[in-house]
């Protein structure tokens, strides 16, 4: 019974190269969230998946960022063209549907842009 | 002003003390709330869930939840050094996006 799966853990990029940060829901779960995390700051909200549909991606910059969660396989949150002000903890949670139900968290990537 | 508001404390207790942890809101169109406990470079780990006004148990812990005054609660009884972490709440609303507050920091001692 595996829990949110996020790869890598870690993930070092060096200046105008691509992130891509995957995570795997629960099995069974068709809601996906990423969220950023910054030291000494809260939980920011990102982008907010269903399969194949992005249903709210208010907190995603407008460039560069993208995410997408296909029919098969994982959610994919993108960043092209780093900076180094995208390091940051990104997280993602899984629901089985979104609303009154709770949101399960993965580990993490740790982005570190050199 | 935040939507959701934590103190990030850090907030020191002993071994063995009750904790109170606590968060404000302003929007009443959360229905949902909920309790995450961070530990160092994890991630958050949920701890409770509540949707109605009143406290909810779960052995050590009591979640709390007054819609009235937009305020929830987290109490901990007899803590320990384990749990040390950082303690976040989080509500969600019709948009289904679970909203965060920043997560205040309890440090049991022994």
């Known amino acids: 019974n595996a829990g949110v799966m996020q790869n890598p853990r870690h993930l070092v990029r060096r200046r105008g190269q691509e992130a891509r940060l995957r995570c795997s829901p629960v099995k069974g779960h068709s809601h996906v969230y990423w969220y950023r995390q910054l030291p000494e700051e809260g939980l920011k909200f990102m982008v907010y998946?269903?399969?194949?549909?992005?249903?709210?991606e208010s907190g995603m910059p407008k460039e560069r960022f993208s995410a997408e969660f296909p029919k098969e396989g994982p959610s994919i949150l993108r960043i092209q063209q780093v900076v180094r002000g995208d390091s940051a903890a990104y997280f993602c949670a899984s629901s089985p549907k979104g609303g009154d139900t709770e949101a399960f968290f993965g580990q993490g990537t740790r982005l570190t842009v050199v | 002003q935040k939507e959701v508001e934590q103190d990030p404390g850090p907030l020191s207790v002993p071994e063995g003390a009750i904790v109170s942890l606590n968060c404000t809101y302003s929007?009443?169109?959360?229905?949902?709330f909920m309790w995450y406990r961070q530990y160092s470079r994890k991630g958050p780990e949920l701890l409770m869930y509540t949707y109605s006004s009143g406290n909810k148990e779960d052995g050590r812990f009591t979640a709390q939840v007054d819609k009235s005054s937009k305020y929830i609660s987290l109490f901990i009884r007899d803590s320990q050094p384990s749990d040390s972490a950082t303690y976040l709440c989080a509500m969600v609303r019709g948009s289904y996006i679970p909203t965060f507050g920043r997560g205040t920091s309890l440090i049991v001692h022994p």
């Open positions: 929007n009443s169109a959360f229905q949902y």
């Open positions: 998946l269903q399969k194949e549909n992005i249903i709210d």
